[in-house]
């Protein structure tokens, strides 16, 4: 009766361990996966303030004018170069 009851405490003790290490096993990928996940949280918050930087520099109107002027050859309206449409006139 002894040898069976070793036996049956042997093969829980052996299932406890194995369940153990199991555990541990699957608690350190977790925490791998968890870090990972925390350094690219951390990569896309720098690529937010990043992108956030650079819609306030090309959204500026000093960089839209001088664009206008440099790459579309384009001047400032003056009125003399205004000309005005009246409805009727042909």
């Excluded at 406890?16 to 968890?34: D, K, M, P």
């Excluded at 001088?66 to 006139?89: D, K, S, V, W």
Aim: proline letters at 2%; a positive charge.
């Amino acid at each position: 009766m002894s040898n069976k009851l070793n036996a049956v405490l042997a093969v829980g003790l052996i299932a406890c361990g194995l369940t153990l290490v199991n555990a541990r096993y699957q608690s350190r990928h977790l925490f791998i996966e968890l870090e990972r996940l925390q350094q690219q949280s951390r990569q896309l918050d720098i690529d937010w303030s990043q992108l956030q930087l650079d819609q306030s520099t090309l959204g500026k109107n000093e960089r839209i004018e001088q664009i206008a002027r440099t790459q579309l050859n384009m001047t400032p309206l003056t009125p003399a170069r205004t000309q005005y449409l009246t409805e009727g006139a042909r």
